[in-house]
C-alpha cells in the first residue's frame, strides 16, 4: 500500500488543522492505520491510530484535541487537530498495519507501510 499524507500548514498557538492520508494500491487502506509524529532532534512518537470499526486510541498529550477519523470507501484517514500548541510542530506520518491485522498498536515497530509525512508548524 502507498501512502500520501497532506494538509500540513503553518498555523498559530489556538488553530486547527486537519491531516489527510490516501491509501492507494492493489490492498487499498488498512484495518488499522495510525498518525506518528517526529519532531527535530526527537523520536518518532505516536499520536493516534483507528480500526476498521471505528475504535480509536490516542496519545495522552492529544487527547481532547485531536480526532481520528476514517472513510473507507475513500480509502482515507483524517487527523483533525483542535487547539494547537506550539509543541505540537512536528512532520506528521501516517501508517498502516498489515492487512491480515484488526488490532490497534501504539507500538511504532507495527507497522509496516508508512507515508513521506506532512510538517505542521504552530508558532506562538
Known amino acids: 500500500v502507498q ?3 497532506s494538509g500540513g500548514g503553518t498555523v498559530q498557538t ?10 492507494s494500491g492493489r490492498t487499498g487502506i488498512s484495518p488499522v492505520m495510525g498518525w506518528f509524529r517526529q ?3 526527537k523520536e518518532r512518537e505516536f499520536v493516534a491510530a483507528i480500526a476498521w470499526s471505528g475504535s480509536s486510541a490516542y496519545a495522552e498529550f492529544v ?9 473507507n ?3 482515507t484517514v ?3 487537530m483542535n487547539s494547537l500548541k506550539p509543541e505540537d510542530t512536528a512532520v506528521y506520518h501516517c501508517a498502516a498495519r498489515a492487512q ?3 488490532v490497534i498498536r501504539r507500538d511504532i515497530r507495527a ?6 509525512g506532512t510538517l505542521v508548524t504552530v508558532s506562538r
Open 39 to 41: 519532531a527535530p532532534g
Open 3 to 5: 501512502l500520501q499524507a
Open 100 to 102: 491480515s491485522v484488526t
Open 14 to 23: 489556538g488553530d486547527s488543522l486537519r491531516l489527510s492520508c490516501t491509501a
Open 111 to 116: 507497522y509496516g507501510s508508512w507515508g513521506q
Open 78 to 80: 483524517y487527523l483533525q
Open 63 to 71: 487527547k481532547g484535541r485531536f480526532t481520528i477519523s476514517r472513510d
Open 73 to 75: 470507501a475513500k480509502n
